[in-house]
């Protein structure tokens, strides 16, 4: 008799690019909160679409108020955070589109919030938008060596369980 085992590989959660554009490293993340990995590890992005996506399976289980941000999770519990643009929280709102609601489970390349870059652009605000695991301490990043990126489609970090 033969027994499968299951390949865990499979199941690691991969988290996807949010946004069309430039990946970075979040060190490069012109604002020490990120760039110091405080909020957790991740990469970062300069986005030149205003379309943000889901970065994989899971559950929103938080869209800020004022839309700059949205935290998910995914079935494996990785807790992933994508943070619209830096100081944007300042704009309450102004500019951002909710395309999805907090609580709904959605697919990876689902558009959740668009974004208005020409107004931003206007105001000054800095678009880079990290993507962070905010409880990587229970995780193994692996993250990939990418440039440019597709939102929803660009395979950016794999995040084994320990």
Not at 52 to 68: F, Q
Not at 87 to 108: H, I, P, W
């Amino acid at each position: 008799m033969l027994f499968f085992k299951k390949n865990k590989a499979q199941d690691d959660p991969v988290l996807c690019a949010p946004v069309t554009g430039k990946m970075i490293k979040l060190e490069d993340v012109p604002d020490p909160v990120f760039s110091s990995g405080t909020m957790g590890k991740g990469v970062g992005f300069q986005p030149s679409d205003g379309t943000v996506c889901a970065p994989c399976d899971g559950k929103i289980v938080m869209l800020a108020e004022t839309l700059h941000a949205f935290g998910m999770e995914t079935a494996d519990g990785a807790e992933i955070l994508v943070h619209i643009g830096l100081d944007t929280v300042d704009l309450n709102g102004e500019g951002f589109t909710k395309l999805a609601s907090e609580g709904k489970k959605v697919r990876r390349g689902a558009p959740v919030i668009s974004v208005d870059l020409d107004l931003m652009k206007e105001k000054g605000i800095v678009m880079t938008t990290p993507l962070v695991v905010t409880n990587s301490d229970g995780f193994d990043l692996q993250i990939h060596g990418c440039t440019d990126v597709t939102a929803g489609q660009t395979e950016v970090i794999t995040c084994i369980k320990k």
